[in-house]
């Protein structure tokens, strides 16, 4: 562990004092997690009373220069109190069912279903970069006219890409906030370990480990 010893003239014969960088590290770490709940789930950030429930915050930002376009987006249900502290299974079993009501189903299965090809995120990813042509996508696809069409088609059916002049194409608000929250999302679909239940203290385990 690395360590960095105070220098300073020590009269009084104290020992010097010691800083873990790790802890340090840490500590930093802790913070900047307490204060993004704060601000943008505050609900499990107060310690007053107990929470259970779900919640995901994004926020998007593109500089563009001298202007700045930011947009901000929660998802979250939260029951605190006695109930949330007495019924934790109970009262999980409510946020979530309140944090699905909220949402829009249909409408993000359209969006899901657009994101759901490995062409159609090269064409998003490309476009992400700036308007690009119809010729500058098939290269970049290697996609012929026929194929290219549909994908193109069905990605301004989710309303994610839009016509910028003839035969160029350019990414919508909901294009750019859709490729960059699944790019976003990318490290934390990785993690297969089970969901932990209301009070459960292990870590879980993968997904795809078994009984032996």
Do not use: W
């Not at 307490?34 to 779900?54: E, I, N, W």
């Not at 502290?85 to 309140?98: I, Q, V």
């Amino acid at each position: 562990m690395k360590e960095t010893r105070n220098r300073r003239s020590n009269p009084r014969g104290r020992r010097p004092t010691c800083t873990s960088t790790s802890g340090a590290r840490r500590s930093t770490h802790r913070n900047t997690r307490s204060r993004t709940l704060a601000v943008f789930l505050p609900a499990p950030a107060d310690c007053r009373a107990p929470a259970v429930g779900l919640g995901a915050a994004m926020t998007v930002v593109e500089a563009l220069g001298g202007k700045t376009d930011v947009q901000n987006a929660t998802a979250e249900a939260f029951i605190r109190g006695r109930r949330a502290g007495r019924l934790p299974n109970t009262a999980m079993e409510e946020a979530a069912r309140r944090i699905c009501r909220r949402g829009d189903i249909p409408a993000l299965a359209g969006v899901l279903a657009a994101l759901g090809s490995v062409h159609r995120l090269t064409i998003l990813a490309q476009l992400l970069e700036g308007p690009a042509t119809y010729r500058a996508l098939g290269r970049r696809t290697s996609l012929k006219a026929g194929p290219l069409y549909h994908h193109i088609n069905q990605l301004r059916l989710a309303g994610l890409v839009g016509p910028k002049a003839r035969d160029t194409y350019v990414l919508t608000r909901a294009g750019r906030n859709a490729v960059l929250g699944a790019l976003a999302m990318g490290s934390l679909v990785k993690d297969t370990r089970l969901r932990l239940a209301p009070g459960e203290k292990s870590r879980g385990q993968p997904a795809s480990a078994g009984k032996r």
